[in-house]
């Protein structure tokens, strides 16, 4: 399986989330300047967080408009699996490819903390790693990942079994709705979420429970 | 607002410069005739005492420096300390007290931005930040709104720059009521064949700007930093500058691309007076001249003056001499990162400042006397008064359960939860051990075991009743957090806040801190790389606590053998090192005396430096053996909190049991040189052993285990309760 991060002015976990994708995969991903309009062939593209263009208008919705996220979405339409996290999945929500909205956290800070993640849907090409409702732990670290969907939208999603990640016990850190963390579109190709679970994939990082979702999006298991 | 450049010098512009009379006719001297407005606004950003460190060169230079891990001592934009496979680290740390009073936010993001800058000028990559603070009394009216200001700005900017912040300190005290602390650390990893220095070499050739326009934001800053505060403070806001933290990431990708290119010659960053100073230091390093040409500066505001120009303190820029040969290649990396990049002015060899702007001569001056020969004193100073002995028969007896219970949910010792989860603690992937520990540890890219520790100390009760015990005790305590941890200790950063140098009292405090500071640093081989010095830090009259912040890093060559604060298990035997043989004896200006008795007195504790490292050496060697399961040094609350704090880490609770006395010293004393750590029990016996040969005191004190704390014949306290204790001051004071 092969692999490309894409690169905007801003991101600042793309180092954490390059050196996540090798360990797990032994391969390092192809690196993606913004102004590229053509993506090279790869199973898996990601979107990395950080603060693309210092989050200045709306966190995601400059980098939403370079050149590459068109390109990331003509590859999405082809079935092309693509993961943004944090960041990553302010701007997927920008470009449209997902739905819904992320807000400022409900306690108006910002806040890196360790929290637990309920898999709600572990059959996704990225989750069938972890067992159903298994419960994992996953640092994160935002300013604005409170979700928030329409109630029609919310509803839909929830019913389609879009929704794969929760926050779990009580551990909610910005009053997302429905405590969800991370969403699949309807194709279940396109994941965003807000946790990182690239810092939580080796004995260093204190636990290997994101480990699973790269070993799942890589195809390293069945 | 436009300062023209045409302004007559009068007495009254030259003392509203910062100034002094003497100072002026140095300047007539020096260059034999009356400056230009421009060339006003140049030295007085020169010789502010910001700058130019004209009160504290003297003993600054008493400091110990140097060593054979040392590559790079004070004098460049941060120290650079060998850390061996061709790598090293570059740190530095510096305060923004003054701008974060006066606007919380912007002047602690842009203290972060500045430093930051400070050590990716040296061609270093960040890998940790930590930071100093200080505020007054929690019920002062501004306290509230300055702490959650200040630490919004330093995550704001840290965050988005994405460095984990991985240690710190946060006090309150009435004495920083109209002057709070913010000292802002920043460490990077560089190999040491790849290393930037600010000195300009070779004539005739490009200088060139980088990074952000020039507006007119900070101009008089560094003045501004120089000076006492009065009751028209908040007319100062202009004089702040707005951080950019997503230039600035541009920016560090920016330079470390084109270093690697080879095209870079020397680079200083532009921080504190911003072009003139990185311009005379770059040229006066190199003993060449600088011309430059105004008209080339980006600028993002119109009709800006040369003395604006010069004076601006605009973040996220630098100043490089560059190899022509390169410079379509080094243009095209800044174009990529949207950055400016323009050549602005040309080395020479004729020593002279030259600032050509609308093609006339706005300045014109000997470069040597601006930088590195400007006025130096030799302050009277009188030594501080010797702090009365404490009566210990004064001190009336206490619970020492429920005095636990008060000390852990204190303003100054609760947990501080609240503030270091607002910064990014994780990001790069590397953080090994994040604060709420005895030090921050970062382990180093690249290499398979080797993980780097951080601290950042300081007791200003202590140096406000002793300076010279005081700034002894800090030094200690950084060398002892590191050595918790497991790591060897490798030198040190200095950030020296405290009051008016021209008050003798104040300058006696200076003195004796650095005296403290310097010895020991030499016992413990532990030299001072860089550092900082903020004086005048008082308002209306009313002087700091005098604050001398020593942050250290240590080395750890093998992170799967390093200790945390958390107790492992239940059931391991806990030991206490170095101590005297009552435990704990000495209760001047400690904690438990002034948050449990409500008074500061007494002599701080002595630090014997040469038994400091004797049970220091013996910590760090166990702690590598593997057999010390979890370590903590006892530092504010003494015994009875350091346990408290191994138990809140862990959820296991522990009895403690005196051999002797169930007295607050035993509990509460502040002893120097003591850590807290377990065994197992079968590793007991040999622990033991190894201290009589390394001849230092070791005692059994109790064992881990259920889910509550004893400590002796005091009441049981929940594990659950010291926590939440603990953990409840700091969010419940800032919901107000």
Redesign the interface.
């Given at each position: 399986m092969k692999s490309a991060v894409i690169q905007l002015?801003?991101l600042?976990?793309d180092?954490?989330m390059i050196?996540?994708l090798k360990k797990v995969s032994g391969n390092a991903p192809a690196l993606v300047?913004q102004t590229e309009t053509e993506l090279p062939d790869v199973d898996l593209i990601v979107i990395p967080g950080?603060?693309s263009?210092?989050?200045?208008l709306r966190c995601g919705a400059i980098a939403a408009r370079m050149p590459v996220m068109k390109a990331v979405a003509e590859k999405a339409a082809q079935g092309v699996m693509v993961m943004g996290v944090c960041n990553g999945f302010q701007i997927l929500l920008e470009c449209g490819l997902l739905p819904g909205a992320l807000m400022r956290n409900a306690s108006l800070?910002?806040?890196?903390?360790e929290v637990k993640l309920q898999v709600a849907n572990a059959n996704t090409a990225f989750t069938r790693g972890y067992a159903p409702n298994q419960i994992i732990r996953c640092?994160v670290?935002h300013?604005d990942g409170n979700y928030f969907a329409e109630p029609e939208t919310l509803k839909r999603i929830e019913g389609e079994g879009q929704v794969v990640f929760r926050y779990a016990q009580g551990t909610n850190p910005n009053g997302s709705i429905n405590d969800i963390a991370g969403i699949v579109n309807t194709g279940g190709n396109v994941l965003g979420l807000m946790p990182?679970p690239?810092?939580l994939i080796e004995a260093?990082?204190g636990g290997t429970d994101g480990r699973a979702l790269f070993e799942s999006a890589l195809s390293k298991v069945a | 607002m436009n300062i023209p450049n045409t302004p007559r010098i009068t007495d009254d512009l030259v003392a509203a410069h910062g100034l002094k009379p003497e100072e002026y006719q140095r300047i007539l001297d020096l260059i034999g005739r009356e400056p230009t407005f421009t060339e006003l606004g140049i030295f007085s950003a020169m010789w502010n005492e910001h700058c130019s460190y004209k009160s504290s060169k003297k003993w600054l230079r008493t400091l110990p420096t140097e060593g054979p891990q040392v590559i790079q001592g004070p004098g460049e934009n941060a120290g650079v300390v060998d850390i061996g496979d061709g790598q090293c680290v570059v740190f530095k740390m510096e305060s923004h007290n003054h701008p974060s009073y006066i606007e919380p936010y912007q002047g602690a993001a842009t203290g972060v931005g500045g430093i930051l800058r400070d050590v990716f000028t040296m061609g270093a990559r960040p890998i940790a930040a930590m930071n100093a603070l200080r505020f007054g009394s929690p019920d002062h009216p501004k306290t509230r709104h300055l702490v959650a200001g200040v630490v919004a700005g330093i995550g704001g900017y840290g965050n988005s720059f994405g460095v984990p912040t991985v240690g710190g300190e946060l006090n309150f005290d009435p004495r920083y009521n109209g002057n709070c602390l913010v000292n802002a650390f920043a460490a990077g990893l560089a190999r040491t064949d790849a290393i930037f220095y600010s000195k300009a070499e070779g004539v005739g050739l490009p200088v060139v700007y980088l990074g952000a326009k020039t507006g007119r934001d900070g101009v008089g800053g560094a003045t501004m930093a120089s000076a006492e505060f009065d009751a028209d403070i908040d007319e100062k806001r202009p004089t702040v500058q707005v951080g950019d933290p997503f230039t600035e990431k541009c920016l560090l990708e920016a330079c470390l691309e084109l270093m690697a290119t080879g095209a870079v010659i020397a680079i200083q960053d532009m921080g504190a007076a911003g072009l003139t100073c990185s311009a005379v230091e770059m040229g006066a390093k190199g003993d060449l001249g600088i011309e430059l040409d105004l008209d080339k500066v980006p600028v993002r505001e119109e009709r800006m003056s040369a003395y604006e120009m010069m004076l601006s303190e605009s973040q996220e820029r630098m100043l490089m001499v560059l190899r022509p040969e390169k410079e379509t290649e080094a243009e095209a990396i800044f174009r990529k990162w949207g950055l400016d990049f323009a050549i602005v002015g040309r080395t020479t060899d004729d020593r002279r400042f030259r600032v050509l702007h609308q093609g006339e001569e706005m300045a014109n001056l000997p470069i040597k006397e601006l930088g590195d020969e400007a006025p130096e004193y030799d302050r009277p100073w009188v030594a501080p008064a010797a702090p009365a002995a404490l009566d210990p028969s004064s001190i009336p007896e206490t619970d020492i359960a429920d005095a636990l219970l008060k000390l852990v949910g204190s303003p100054d010792l609760s947990s501080r939860r609240w503030v270091w989860e607002q910064y990014d603690t994780l990001i790069q992937g590397n953080s090994l051990q994040i604060p709420g520990g005895d030090a921050g540890v970062v382990r180093v890219e690249g290499h398979p075991t080797k993980a780097l520790a951080f601290s950042s100390d300081v007791n200003p009760r202590y140096c406000e009743a002793d300076p010279y015990e005081g700034g002894k005790q800090a030094v200690a305590e950084c060398w002892r957090n590191l050595t918790a941890t497991g790591a060897e200790p490798l030198a040190a950063t200095d950030n020296l806040n405290f009051g008016s140098p021209e008050r003798p009292e104040i300058m006696g405090q200076f003195v004796r801190a650095i005296e403290g500071v310097g010895e020991a640093c030499r016992t413990l081989g532990f030299p001072i790389v860089s550092g900082n010095v903020s004086l005048y830090n008082e308002t209306l009259g009313e002087p700091i606590l005098p604050t001398p912040t020593i942050a250290g890093v240590g080395l750890i060559p093998d992170w799967s053998r390093m200790a945390r604060i958390g107790f492992a298990a239940e059931g391991e035997v806990i030991l206490l090192a170095g101590a005297p043989e009552d435990w704990g004896t000495h209760l001047g200006q400690s904690a438990y005396l002034r948050d449990v008795h409500g008074r500061a007195e007494g002599p701080p504790p002595p630090v014997d430096l040469a038994h400091e490292k004797q049970v220091g050496d013996f910590v760090r060697g166990l702690i590598r053996t593997g057999m010390a399961t979890a370590v903590h040094d006892c530092s504010d609350g003494g015994l009875a909190v350091a346990v408290a704090e191994m138990a809140i880490a862990s959820g296991i609770g522990a009895r403690i049991h005196p051999n002797g006395g169930n007295s607050a010293a035993v509990f509460f004393g502040e002893d120097q040189s003591r850590y807290v750590f377990t065994c197992t029990r079968q590793d007991v016996d040999k622990v033991l052993e190894k201290a009589r040969e390394a001849d230092v005191s070791l005692f059994v004190i109790g064992e881990t285990g259920g889910s509550e704390l004893k400590l002796g014949k005091a009441h049981a306290i929940s594990v659950e309760d010291i926590k939440n204790t603990h953990e409840g001051w700091f969010p419940r004071y800032m919901q107000g």
């Amino acid at each position: 399986m092969k692999s490309a991060v894409i690169q905007l002015p801003g991101l600042n976990r793309d180092r954490d989330m390059i050196a996540a994708l090798k360990k797990v995969s032994g391969n390092a991903p192809a690196l993606v300047w913004q102004t590229e309009t053509e993506l090279p062939d790869v199973d898996l593209i990601v979107i990395p967080g950080g603060f693309s263009y210092g989050d200045y208008l709306r966190c995601g919705a400059i980098a939403a408009r370079m050149p590459v996220m068109k390109a990331v979405a003509e590859k999405a339409a082809q079935g092309v699996m693509v993961m943004g996290v944090c960041n990553g999945f302010q701007i997927l929500l920008e470009c449209g490819l997902l739905p819904g909205a992320l807000m400022r956290n409900a306690s108006l800070r910002f806040v890196c903390r360790e929290v637990k993640l309920q898999v709600a849907n572990a059959n996704t090409a990225f989750t069938r790693g972890y067992a159903p409702n298994q419960i994992i732990r996953c640092p994160v670290a935002h300013h604005d990942g409170n979700y928030f969907a329409e109630p029609e939208t919310l509803k839909r999603i929830e019913g389609e079994g879009q929704v794969v990640f929760r926050y779990a016990q009580g551990t909610n850190p910005n009053g997302s709705i429905n405590d969800i963390a991370g969403i699949v579109n309807t194709g279940g190709n396109v994941l965003g979420l807000m946790p990182h679970p690239e810092n939580l994939i080796e004995a260093a990082h204190g636990g290997t429970d994101g480990r699973a979702l790269f070993e799942s999006a890589l195809s390293k298991v069945a | 607002m436009n300062i023209p450049n045409t302004p007559r010098i009068t007495d009254d512009l030259v003392a509203a410069h910062g100034l002094k009379p003497e100072e002026y006719q140095r300047i007539l001297d020096l260059i034999g005739r009356e400056p230009t407005f421009t060339e006003l606004g140049i030295f007085s950003a020169m010789w502010n005492e910001h700058c130019s460190y004209k009160s504290s060169k003297k003993w600054l230079r008493t400091l110990p420096t140097e060593g054979p891990q040392v590559i790079q001592g004070p004098g460049e934009n941060a120290g650079v300390v060998d850390i061996g496979d061709g790598q090293c680290v570059v740190f530095k740390m510096e305060s923004h007290n003054h701008p974060s009073y006066i606007e919380p936010y912007q002047g602690a993001a842009t203290g972060v931005g500045g430093i930051l800058r400070d050590v990716f000028t040296m061609g270093a990559r960040p890998i940790a930040a930590m930071n100093a603070l200080r505020f007054g009394s929690p019920d002062h009216p501004k306290t509230r709104h300055l702490v959650a200001g200040v630490v919004a700005g330093i995550g704001g900017y840290g965050n988005s720059f994405g460095v984990p912040t991985v240690g710190g300190e946060l006090n309150f005290d009435p004495r920083y009521n109209g002057n709070c602390l913010v000292n802002a650390f920043a460490a990077g990893l560089a190999r040491t064949d790849a290393i930037f220095y600010s000195k300009a070499e070779g004539v005739g050739l490009p200088v060139v700007y980088l990074g952000a326009k020039t507006g007119r934001d900070g101009v008089g800053g560094a003045t501004m930093a120089s000076a006492e505060f009065d009751a028209d403070i908040d007319e100062k806001r202009p004089t702040v500058q707005v951080g950019d933290p997503f230039t600035e990431k541009c920016l560090l990708e920016a330079c470390l691309e084109l270093m690697a290119t080879g095209a870079v010659i020397a680079i200083q960053d532009m921080g504190a007076a911003g072009l003139t100073c990185s311009a005379v230091e770059m040229g006066a390093k190199g003993d060449l001249g600088i011309e430059l040409d105004l008209d080339k500066v980006p600028v993002r505001e119109e009709r800006m003056s040369a003395y604006e120009m010069m004076l601006s303190e605009s973040q996220e820029r630098m100043l490089m001499v560059l190899r022509p040969e390169k410079e379509t290649e080094a243009e095209a990396i800044f174009r990529k990162w949207g950055l400016d990049f323009a050549i602005v002015g040309r080395t020479t060899d004729d020593r002279r400042f030259r600032v050509l702007h609308q093609g006339e001569e706005m300045a014109n001056l000997p470069i040597k006397e601006l930088g590195d020969e400007a006025p130096e004193y030799d302050r009277p100073w009188v030594a501080p008064a010797a702090p009365a002995a404490l009566d210990p028969s004064s001190i009336p007896e206490t619970d020492i359960a429920d005095a636990l219970l008060k000390l852990v949910g204190s303003p100054d010792l609760s947990s501080r939860r609240w503030v270091w989860e607002q910064y990014d603690t994780l990001i790069q992937g590397n953080s090994l051990q994040i604060p709420g520990g005895d030090a921050g540890v970062v382990r180093v890219e690249g290499h398979p075991t080797k993980a780097l520790a951080f601290s950042s100390d300081v007791n200003p009760r202590y140096c406000e009743a002793d300076p010279y015990e005081g700034g002894k005790q800090a030094v200690a305590e950084c060398w002892r957090n590191l050595t918790a941890t497991g790591a060897e200790p490798l030198a040190a950063t200095d950030n020296l806040n405290f009051g008016s140098p021209e008050r003798p009292e104040i300058m006696g405090q200076f003195v004796r801190a650095i005296e403290g500071v310097g010895e020991a640093c030499r016992t413990l081989g532990f030299p001072i790389v860089s550092g900082n010095v903020s004086l005048y830090n008082e308002t209306l009259g009313e002087p700091i606590l005098p604050t001398p912040t020593i942050a250290g890093v240590g080395l750890i060559p093998d992170w799967s053998r390093m200790a945390r604060i958390g107790f492992a298990a239940e059931g391991e035997v806990i030991l206490l090192a170095g101590a005297p043989e009552d435990w704990g004896t000495h209760l001047g200006q400690s904690a438990y005396l002034r948050d449990v008795h409500g008074r500061a007195e007494g002599p701080p504790p002595p630090v014997d430096l040469a038994h400091e490292k004797q049970v220091g050496d013996f910590v760090r060697g166990l702690i590598r053996t593997g057999m010390a399961t979890a370590v903590h040094d006892c530092s504010d609350g003494g015994l009875a909190v350091a346990v408290a704090e191994m138990a809140i880490a862990s959820g296991i609770g522990a009895r403690i049991h005196p051999n002797g006395g169930n007295s607050a010293a035993v509990f509460f004393g502040e002893d120097q040189s003591r850590y807290v750590f377990t065994c197992t029990r079968q590793d007991v016996d040999k622990v033991l052993e190894k201290a009589r040969e390394a001849d230092v005191s070791l005692f059994v004190i109790g064992e881990t285990g259920g889910s509550e704390l004893k400590l002796g014949k005091a009441h049981a306290i929940s594990v659950e309760d010291i926590k939440n204790t603990h953990e409840g001051w700091f969010p419940r004071y800032m919901q107000g």
